[in-house]
């Protein structure tokens, strides 16, 4: 397995992915709940199909953990409370907030996880850009969210409320994670504390900055 910078990189990644998979097993979980609840069968079916390709996700990642010799577990445990933590603080009311949950917290991790990408080793970058390339995903949430909100002054402006909470609880998680583990800044190739600060300052600002960007796409106040 090597020593050294090679294996403590290699422990990175493992942690990273562990991250990745909790975070796909969640969305799954969350989107196979929502679907019960969709107002149309249309909706349900819609919402359906991104249950199963956010469970396709986490076998991708699973079977990468495997491949590296890591129990896929015990990758994901150390994570479990970050996300858990988010979707405990972040209950929606109705159907319409957890089609906004949706929409918010998976452009977020997407943002997350491809900026991140560009540090790991071309066979990880590859499964990265796979998992959290723009597969319409989005688009389809995007959409189903304008319809909603098109002539409803009430509901959009719960859910501009709505979407503020979202992110900035999903930008607390993110940040008690890098805090806790220290992962991302060794993938950000950052070595000292002030380097890796900088380096994760930037990134939450551009996360950010991509959410205020889709809630104006809804017409909404970020």
Same mark, same amino acid.
């Given at each position: 397995?090597?020593?050294?910078?090679?294996?403590e990189?290699?422990?990175?990644?493992?942690?990273?992915?562990?991250?990745?998979?909790?975070?796909e097993?969640?969305a799954?979980?969350?989107?196979?709940?929502?679907?019960?609840?969709?107002?149309?069968?249309?909706?349900?079916i819609?919402?359906?199909?991104l249950?199963?390709?956010?469970?396709?996700?986490?076998? @991708? *990642? /699973?079977?990468?953990? +495997? $491949?590296? #010799?890591?129990?896929?577990?015990?990758?994901?445990?150390?994570? !479990? %409370?970050?996300?858990?933590?988010?979707?405990?603080?972040t209950?929606p009311?109705?159907?319409?907030?957890a089609?906004?949950?949706?929409?918010?917290?998976?452009?977020?991790?997407?943002?997350f996880?491809?900026?991140?990408a560009?540090?790991?080793d071309?066979?990880?970058?590859? @499964? *990265? /850009?796979?998992?959290? +390339? $723009?597969? #319409?995903?989005?688009?389809?949430?995007?959409?189903?969210?304008? !319809? %909603?909100?098109?002539?409803?002054?009430?509901?959009?402006?719960?859910l501009?409320?709505?979407?503020?909470?979202?992110?900035?609880?999903?930008?607390?998680?993110?940040?008690?994670?890098?805090?806790e583990?220290?992962?991302?800044?060794?993938?950000?190739?950052?070595?000292?504390?002030?380097?890796?600060?900088?380096?994760? $300052?930037?990134?939450?600002?551009?996360?950010?900055?991509?959410?205020s960007?889709?809630?104006?796409?809804?017409?909404l106040?970020?």
């Amino acid at each position: 397995m090597g020593s050294g910078p090679e294996q403590e990189h290699r422990q990175f990644v493992i942690d990273f992915y562990g991250a990745m998979a909790y975070g796909e097993l969640s969305a799954f979980e969350r989107f196979s709940a929502d679907a019960r609840f969709s107002p149309t069968l249309h909706d349900r079916i819609t919402i359906g199909k991104l249950a199963a390709e956010e469970f396709a996700h986490f076998e @991708l *990642v /699973s079977a990468e953990l +495997a $491949d590296l #010799g890591a129990d896929v577990e015990a990758a994901m445990e150390p994570f !479990q %409370a970050f996300v858990d933590a988010f979707h405990e603080r972040t209950r929606p009311a109705d159907w319409y907030e957890a089609l906004m949950k949706a929409y918010v917290s998976d452009a977020v991790s997407g943002d997350f996880y491809r900026a991140v990408a560009v540090s790991l080793d071309p066979p990880s970058r590859a @499964l *990265v /850009s796979r998992i959290k +390339a $723009d597969t #319409g995903q989005a688009e389809v949430l995007r959409v189903r969210l304008a !319809q %909603a909100l098109s002539g409803d002054a009430r509901l959009a402006s719960r859910l501009a409320l709505w979407g503020r909470r979202l992110v900035g609880e999903a930008l607390t998680q993110a940040q008690r994670v890098t805090f806790e583990h220290q992962f991302l800044g060794a993938l950000l190739r950052r070595t000292d504390p002030a380097s890796r600060k900088a380096a994760t $300052d930037a990134l939450f600002a551009r996360l950010t900055g991509n959410h205020s960007r889709r809630m104006n796409d809804l017409g909404l106040t970020a």
